[in-house]
C-alpha cells in the first residue's frame, strides 16, 4: 500500500487567504478609485436668445421747406425731409454770432463780462436794420452794457443792431467778422453753412438742416448761449423788459435755441427740447426751415417732436435670474446658469440686438457662483456684459453615489465610451 503524504492544513489554507486578500484588495482599490477619481466637468450647454423687437420710427414731418431732427447721444437718430440744398436761415444766424464772439471774448458762467461801449459806428446801425425792416432795439442812455446784457437782447430779443454792434466790438470790422465767422465754421466742420454778416437780414446766410442741427449741439455746450436762449424774459436795465421771440419756450420741453424771419427764408427755427425717457434726459435738437409763418411752424415742430419723443422706448436684454445655459451632472437635475442682475438699455426706433452667452467650466459649485457672461451687441450703442452665476449649487454625490454609479461622470467614462 503506498503511502500517502498528507500536507498541513495550513499549508492548504494560505493560498485561499492570499486569494481573498488580493480580492479584498482589489475591491479596496476599486472603492477607492470610484470615491476618488475626480468628476470631469459638468456639460454645459446655451439657451437660445429671444431678441427684443423695436417697430421703425413714423415721424410727423411738414411737408415744406427742409427739416433735420436728431436725439443728441443717439446719431442714428438723425433724420431729415425736404430738400438738402443750402437755404436762408435769417436770424438764426444769430447764434452764429454769438459763439464766434464768445470765442473771441470768452465769458464765464454767472458774470457780466466785460463792458460794451457803444460806439457812434454801433449807433447808426439801428437806423441802419430798420430802413431793412429789421428788429431793432434802443440802446442804453449811458451807451454802456456787459457782454452778458448785449448777448441777451441779441438772442432773447433778436435785436439786429446788438447783434451788429456784438461784431464790431469784437473784431472791429465787419470785414474782421466775416473772415473769423468762417473760421470758426471751417473749425466746427459747418461746412454747408455760409455766413456773411452777424443778423441774417442778409439772405446770403444760408445753412442746410443738417448743418443746423450740428450748430444746435455747439450752441447747448456753450453754458452762456443754453442759458439765454433758455430765458423767456428779462429786464435789462437802460432797454426794459424783453421777451424771448421763441414762443415755444417752455413748452412740450422746448429749451431753446433761435427763431429766424425772412422773406427769402420764411418762418425757421431752431430748436431744442429735453425729455425724461428711461430715467434719464434725452435732448431733441432740430431745425425747420421755410415756414409760412411761425404759428404754423409752432405746430408743426411740436407734432414732431412728439413724434421723436414716441419712438424712445427702454429694451430689457436680460431680467435678474432669466436662463441663458445649463450644466447637467450625471447625479442630479440641471442646474442653470442665470443673469446676476437685469439690464437695460434706451434706444431710439427699431434697435437690433443680439446675444453671445460664455460658459466656464464647472464641475462642483455653489448657488451664485459666477459661471460666465452673456454680452449683448446692441446696434447704435455701446456692448452690455452680464454676469452669469448658478442658480443652485452642484454638489459633491457623496461615496455612495460614487459606489454605486462607478466611474460615471469622471474624466474617462466607461459607460460613455461603449456608448
Given at each position: 500500500?503506498?503511502?500517502?503524504?498528507?500536507?498541513?492544513r495550513s499549508?492548504?489554507?494560505?493560498?485561499?487567504?492570499?486569494?481573498v486578500?488580493?480580492?479584498l484588495?482589489?475591491?479596496?482599490a476599486?472603492?477607492?478609485a470610484?470615491?476618488?477619481v475626480?468628476?470631469?466637468p459638468?456639460?454645459?450647454?446655451?439657451a437660445?436668445?429671444r431678441?427684443?423687437?423695436?417697430?421703425?420710427p413714423e415721424l410727423?414731418?411738414?411737408?415744406?421747406?427742409?427739416?433735420?431732427?436728431?436725439a443728441?447721444g443717439?446719431?442714428?437718430?438723425?433724420?431729415?425731409?425736404?430738400?438738402?440744398q443750402?437755404?436762408?436761415?435769417?436770424s438764426?444766424?444769430?447764434?452764429?454770432?454769438?459763439?464766434?464772439v464768445?470765442e473771441?471774448?470768452?465769458?464765464?458762467?454767472?458774470?457780466?463780462?466785460?463792458?460794451v461801449?457803444?460806439?457812434?459806428?454801433?449807433?447808426?446801425?439801428?437806423?441802419?436794420?430798420?430802413?431793412?425792416?429789421g428788429?431793432?432795439?434802443?440802446?442804453?442812455?449811458?451807451?454802456r452794457?456787459?457782454?452778458?446784457?448785449?448777448?441777451?437782447v441779441?438772442?432773447?430779443?433778436?435785436?439786429?443792431n446788438?447783434?451788429?454792434?456784438?461784431?464790431?466790438?469784437?473784431?472791429?470790422?465787419?470785414?474782421?467778422?466775416?473772415?473769423?465767422?468762417?473760421?470758426?465754421?471751417?473749425?466746427?466742420g459747418l461746412?454747408d453753412?455760409?455766413?456773411v454778416e452777424?443778423?441774417?437780414?442778409?439772405?446770403?446766410?444760408?445753412?442746410?438742416?443738417?448743418?443746423l442741427?450740428?450748430?444746435g449741439?455747439?450752441?447747448?455746450a456753450?453754458?452762456?448761449v443754453?442759458?439765454i436762449?433758455?430765458t423767456?424774459?428779462?429786464?435789462?436795465?437802460?432797454?426794459?423788459e424783453?421777451?424771448?421771440?421763441?414762443?415755444?419756450?417752455?413748452?412740450?420741453?422746448?429749451?431753446?435755441?433761435?427763431?429766424?424771419?425772412?422773406?427769402?427764408?420764411?418762418?425757421?427755427l431752431?430748436?431744442?427740447?429735453?425729455?425724461?425717457?428711461?430715467?434719464?434726459?434725452?435732448?431733441?435738437i432740430?431745425?425747420?426751415?421755410?415756414?409760412?409763418d411761425?404759428?404754423a411752424?409752432?405746430?408743426?415742430?411740436?407734432?414732431?417732436?412728439?413724434?421723436?419723443?414716441?419712438?424712445?422706448h427702454?429694451?430689457t436684454?436680460?431680467?435678474?435670474?432669466?436662463?441663458?445655459?445649463?450644466?447637467?451632472?450625471?447625479?442630479?437635475d440641471?442646474?442653470?446658469?442665470?443673469?446676476?442682475?437685469?439690464?437695460s438699455?434706451?434706444v431710439?426706433?427699431?434697435?437690433?440686438?443680439?446675444?453671445k452667452?460664455?460658459?466656464?467650466?464647472?464641475t462642483?459649485?455653489?448657488?451664485?457662483?459666477r459661471?460666465?457672461?452673456?454680452?449683448?451687441?446692441?446696434?447704435?450703442h455701446d456692448?452690455?456684459?452680464?454676469?452669469?452665476?448658478?442658480?443652485?449649487?452642484?454638489?459633491?454625490p457623496?461615496?455612495w453615489?460614487?459606489?454605486?454609479?462607478p466611474?460615471?461622470?469622471?474624466?474617462?467614462?466607461?459607460?460613455?465610451a461603449?456608448?
Amino acid at each position: 500500500m503506498p503511502n500517502v503524504v498528507r500536507r498541513p492544513r495550513s499549508a492548504l489554507r494560505r493560498p485561499v487567504t492570499v486569494a481573498v486578500a488580493a480580492v479584498l484588495l482589489l475591491v479596496v482599490a476599486f472603492l477607492a478609485a470610484a470615491a476618488l477619481v475626480p468628476f470631469a466637468p459638468a456639460t454645459a450647454s446655451t439657451a437660445t436668445y429671444r431678441a427684443p423687437t423695436a417697430s421703425a420710427p413714423e415721424l410727423q414731418f411738414p411737408d415744406y421747406g427742409a427739416t433735420a431732427v436728431e436725439a443728441e447721444g443717439f446719431p442714428q437718430s438723425l433724420t431729415t425731409s425736404g430738400d438738402r440744398q443750402q437755404r436762408s436761415i435769417a436770424s438764426i444766424s444769430k447764434i452764429v454770432t454769438a459763439l464766434v464772439v464768445l470765442e473771441q471774448e470768452p465769458l464765464p458762467v454767472g458774470e457780466q463780462g466785460p463792458s460794451v461801449r457803444f460806439t457812434p459806428a454801433m449807433e447808426a446801425l439801428y437806423a441802419e436794420y430798420a430802413a431793412q425792416d429789421g428788429e431793432v432795439a434802443p440802446l442804453p442812455t449811458d451807451r454802456r452794457m456787459s457782454e452778458y446784457r448785449v448777448l441777451q437782447v441779441t438772442l432773447m430779443e433778436s435785436a439786429n443792431n446788438y447783434a451788429g454792434s456784438l461784431a464790431l466790438w469784437a473784431f472791429g470790422s465787419m470785414d474782421a467778422y466775416r473772415e473769423a465767422a468762417g473760421d470758426w465754421l471751417d473749425d466746427h466742420g459747418l461746412d454747408d453753412t455760409t455766413i456773411v454778416e452777424p443778423t441774417g437780414l442778409d439772405a446770403r446766410n444760408r445753412s442746410t438742416a443738417t448743418d443746423l442741427v450740428d450748430l444746435g449741439k455747439l450752441a447747448l455746450a456753450e453754458p452762456v448761449v443754453k442759458e439765454i436762449v433758455g430765458t423767456a424774459s428779462v429786464t435789462i436795465p437802460g432797454v426794459g423788459e424783453i421777451e424771448n421771440s421763441n414762443k415755444l419756450l417752455g413748452m412740450d420741453g422746448v429749451e431753446g435755441i433761435k427763431t429766424g424771419t425772412l422773406d427769402e427764408a420764411g418762418a425757421c427755427l431752431l430748436f431744442a427740447a429735453t425729455y425724461e425717457r428711461g430715467g434719464r434726459p434725452v435732448t431733441v435738437i432740430g431745425a425747420m426751415l421755410g415756414g409760412e409763418d411761425h404759428d404754423a411752424l409752432d405746430a408743426d415742430v411740436r407734432r414732431l417732436l412728439h413724434s421723436v419723443a414716441d419712438d424712445f422706448h427702454v429694451v430689457t436684454l436680460t431680467n435678474e435670474g432669466q436662463t441663458f445655459g445649463t450644466y447637467a451632472a450625471p447625479w442630479q437635475d440641471e442646474v442653470d446658469a442665470t443673469a446676476s442682475r437685469a439690464a437695460s438699455v434706451l434706444v431710439w426706433g427699431s434697435t437690433t440686438v443680439t446675444a453671445k452667452t460664455t460658459l466656464e467650466p464647472v464641475t462642483l459649485g455653489t448657488a451664485g457662483e459666477r459661471v460666465g457672461r452673456v454680452r449683448f451687441a446692441v446696434e447704435h450703442h455701446d456692448p452690455v456684459t452680464v454676469p452669469l452665476q448658478l442658480d443652485r449649487a452642484i454638489e459633491d454625490p457623496g461615496v455612495w453615489w460614487r459606489w454605486a454609479n462607478p466611474f460615471r461622470g469622471v474624466e474617462f467614462d466607461p459607460a460613455a465610451a461603449t456608448g
